[in-house]
Nanobody, 124 residues
Framework: QVQLVESGGGLVHVGGSLRLSCAAS????????MGWFRQAPGKEREFVAA????????YYADSVKGRFTIDRDNAKNTVYLQMNSLKPEDTAVYYC?????????????????WGQGTQVTVSS
């Protein structure tokens, strides 16, 4: 089992920045992939970014490429999502998730463990 706790969400103006954190505990994560997803009201959960714990390889959705950065601190078992140049369409509940597969998948179904989510609201 893996437990995930997100933090760092909040209200920010257009063009602002936020940094989300996801603290993981439980099973060894050294071979896993961590992902960030988001879900806006009335919409399906969508992929944002993923990172390999072991290699640090990353993968981003086109909608956030160049604005968001995913990173990890292996010593703290924590993954971060730095979000810059935020737009109203970035408003959503953001979830971190763990995949036991080594491939950086974008499909939510490939992730086995999920956090409770943190709200990000970008106001115009």
């Amino acid at each position: 089992q893996v437990q995930l706790v997100e933090s760092g969400g909040g209200l920010v103006h257009v063009g602002g920045s936020l940094r989300l954190s996801c603290a993981a505990s439980g099973r060894t994560l050294s071979t896993y992939v961590m992902g960030w997803f988001r879900q806006a009201p009335g919409k399906e959960r969508e992929f944002v970014a993923a990172i390999s714990w072991s290699s640090g390889d990353t993968y981003y959705a086109d909608s956030v490429k160049g604005r968001f950065t995913i990173d990890r601190d292996n010593a703290k078992n924590t993954v971060y999502l730095q979000m810059n140049s935020l737009k109203p369409e970035d408003t959503a509940v953001y979830y971190c998730a763990v995949s036991a597969y080594r491939t950086l998948f974008a499909a939510p179904g490939m992730y086995q463990y999920w956090g409770q989510g943190t709200q990000v609201t970008v106001s115009s």
